[in-house]
């Protein structure tokens, strides 16, 4: 069954360095996206992709966050200055446009320190 | 905002009962609404969803009733087996697929042997 990837599985970085989170979505899904999940709380929508742009994002989402689609496979999420609040799962999503819903990865889980 | 209230936040039950979890939601424009199971350490995971122009789906062991008039929407798990322990969460979508879902606050399903 097609998944969604996504590494690292974990990330450590100090307060105030940038990260990058790396996604490879399912390969005939056409909008992709973020979301995060603090520990304990539920899962939040950050951003959504469609046709190498952003079509939606959340108040989560402010200047410090990007997205980018850089290949034909891989979609980025990237934090410029990391912030202790910003330790959280962080989950990539697909779809096809069509039927059925979501596809999750497992997660990358940041934590800053 | 769109909001969905999620209960109970934990659901205890002995194996082979049922367990019902429910969500109401506020935005009469929803109009798919999708649960998801979330496994410690891993991303959520579609079990089944619904459109606002069915109100029941089955399959296997897990349904999924809607009453639009009422906003809400129930998870309906017959049989229980220890591999349904898990934390599930609803979900909907009132601006269509490019748009993100919003969570309901999850529910910690606990099977007791």
């Known amino acids: 069954e097609p998944e969604v990837t996504q590494t690292p599985s974990h990330q450590v970085t100090q307060m105030g360095q940038e990260v990058i989170l790396r996604c490879v979505p399912i390969?005939?899904?056409?909008?992709f996206y973020w979301y995060r999940q603090i520990l304990g709380q539920k899962v939040e929508f950050l951003v959504s992709?469609?046709?190498?742009?952003?079509?939606?994002k959340s108040e989560i989402f402010d200047d410090q966050f990007s997205v980018e689609r850089p290949d034909g496979s891989n979609f980025t999420l990237k934090i410029r200055s990391t912030k202790l609040e910003d330790s959280a799962m962080y989950f990539c999503?697909?779809?096809?446009?069509?039927?059925?819903?979501?596809?999750f990865g497992s997660g990358t889980r940041l934590t800053v320190v | 905002g769109e909001n969905v209230e999620q209960h109970p936040s934990t659901l205890s039950v002995q194996e082979g009962d049922s367990a019902v979890i429910k969500c109401t939601y506020s935005?009469?424009?929803?109009?798919?609404f999708p649960w998801y199971k979330q496994e410690l350490g891993k991303g959520p995971q579609l079990i089944i969803d619904?459109?606002?122009?069915?109100g029941e789906k089955k399959d296997q062991r897990i349904a999924v009733t809607l009453n639009k008039t009422a906003k809400h929407f129930s998870l309906h798990i017959t049989e229980t087996q220890p591999e349904d322990s898990a934390v599930y969460f609803c979900?909907?979508?009132?601006?269509?697929?490019?748009?993100?879902?919003?969570f309901g606050k999850g529910t910690h399903l606990i099977i007791q042997p």
């Open positions: 979900a909907d979508d009132s601006g269509g697929g490019a748009d993100g879902l919003t």
């Open positions: 999503a697909s779809w096809t446009g069509l039927s059925l819903g979501y596809t």
């Open positions: 992709f469609y046709n190498n742009e952003i079509s939606e």
């Open positions: 390969s005939n899904h056409l909008y």
């Open positions: 619904i459109r606002s122009n069915v």
């Open positions: 935005d009469s424009a929803s109009n798919y």
